[in-house]
Nanobody, 119 residues
Framework: QVHLVESGGGLVQAGGSLRLSCAAS????????MGWYRQAPGKQRELVAS???????NYADSVKGRFTISRDRAKNSLDLQMNSLKPEDTGVYLC?????????????WGQGTQVTVSS
């Protein structure tokens, strides 16, 4: 059974930094992509950053230049370094893993970690 466990969230002042980590276990298949999503109160869940198996990364426009996603294949872990944080970065950050099998996407999610940025 796949488990994704996030850590590293917390309360930080605007301009500060946090590093989120996601530990994946129970993986016995190829990982096609991993990413971080954000769920803010009253808003739809949005993609913050993702990384595919080839190493290419993708970022939401709002975080480009401030956030960096990285993956450790050997440890099946995913990190998100967040710098120059803004109050609008506040939300629950969820780790996502995608496995494609016979053309169908299988998505796995962690429980999330709260990030709160104070102004």
């Amino acid at each position: 059974q796949v488990h994704l466990v996030e850590s590293g969230g917390g309360l930080v002042q605007a301009g500060g930094s946090l590093r989120l980590s996601c530990a994946a276990s129970g993986i016995n298949f190829n990982i096609n992509a991993m990413g971080w999503y954000r769920q803010a109160p009253g808003k739809q869940r949005e993609l913050v950053a993702s990384i595919i198996s080839g190493g290419n990364t993708n970022y939401a426009d709002s975080v480009k230049g401030r956030f960096t996603i990285s993956r450790d294949r050997a440890k099946n872990s995913l990190d998100l370094q967040m710098n120059s944080l803004k109050p609008e970065d506040t939300g629950v950050y969820l780790c996502n893993l995608v496995h494609v099998y016979f053309g169908k996407d299988y998505n796995y999610w962690g429980q999330g970690t709260q990030v709160t940025v104070s102004s």
